[in-house]
């Protein structure tokens, strides 16, 4: 069946560094895959998607590539500030046949610190 | 504009009682989705509805579990008899039918968070 797994955390890295959360999936079919955000007390929200291999999301200094062969979808950011923790999800939406019907990974919770 | 609300925001209930979490989504939205986080894990999706369709119900863990959608509008999550695996914070979220255009970006409300004691 489909799945998605992404690196567990907490990750946690001071402000100004680079950011790398994996994320690798399983699935049938050609997914659309998307990065959702949490910050805290709020509800989640997305970050970016790619809808097709080689496409790159990018949004608030985020990017991630959709990695057909690799099957990966990692989320990258060059310079992290203190207001990017957050929980961060992958997910992909779970089959062709079933519109929007989004499966998440686990969450990486990340900490920047001053 | 208004976002998707759900309330309550928190449930505290006792084992064996029956709760209902209510969502309204935002207007217009043909679609809505429930989804339960446990604590620690990932988002697991329970049911789907889509206009006037049957709504997908794949995900519901057991018979305890069912919802209700009147229309496009207000949808009512309802868990019987509840157990205390059954705390979680239970998310809705609801998207716009737009074939071919962001058809799948979808937005979450912020959550009843579920505590069965």
């Known amino acids: 069946g489909n799945s998605v797994t992404q690196m567990e955390g907490p990750v946690t890295l001071s402000e100004e560094a680079f950011l790398t959360i994996n994320c690798t999936y399983t699935a049938t079919g050609y997914p659309s895959l998307f990065w959702y955000v949490q910050y805290p007390g709020e509800g989640l929200q997305l970050l970016l998607k790619a809808t097709k291999a080689d496409d790159k999301g990018s949004n608030k200094g985020f990017e991630a590539t959709y990695r057909k062969e690799t099957t990966s979808f990692h989320l990258e950011k060059g310079s992290v500030q203190v207001s990017d923790s957050a929980v961060y999800f992958c997910a992909l939406d779970r089959t062709t046949d079933s519109w929007g019907k989004l499966q998440f990974g686990a969450g990486t919770q990340v900490v920047v610190t001053p | 504009g208004a976002g998707v609300s759900q309330s309550p925001s928190n449930k505290v209930t006792e084992k064996g009682k029956d709760v209902e979490l209510r969502c309204d989504p935002i207007?217009?939205?043909?679609?809505l989705y429930w989804y339960r986080q446990r604590l620690g894990q990932g988002l697991e999706f329970l049911i789907y509805f889509q206009g006037n369709s049957a709504p997908d119900k794949s995900g519901l863990p057991s018979d305890r579990f069912s919802a209700e959608r009147t229309g496009e509008s207000v949808s009512t999550l309802t868990i019987q008899r509840t157990q205390q695996e059954d705390s979680a914070v239970y998310l809705c979220?609801?998207?716009?039918?737009?074939?071919?255009?962001?058809?799948?970006?979808?937005?979450f409300g912020p959550g009843t968070r579920l505590t069965v004691t």
């Open positions: 979220a609801s998207s716009p039918y737009q074939a071919g255009k962001d058809a799948y970006e979808q937005y």
């Open positions: 207007s217009g939205h043909t679609a």
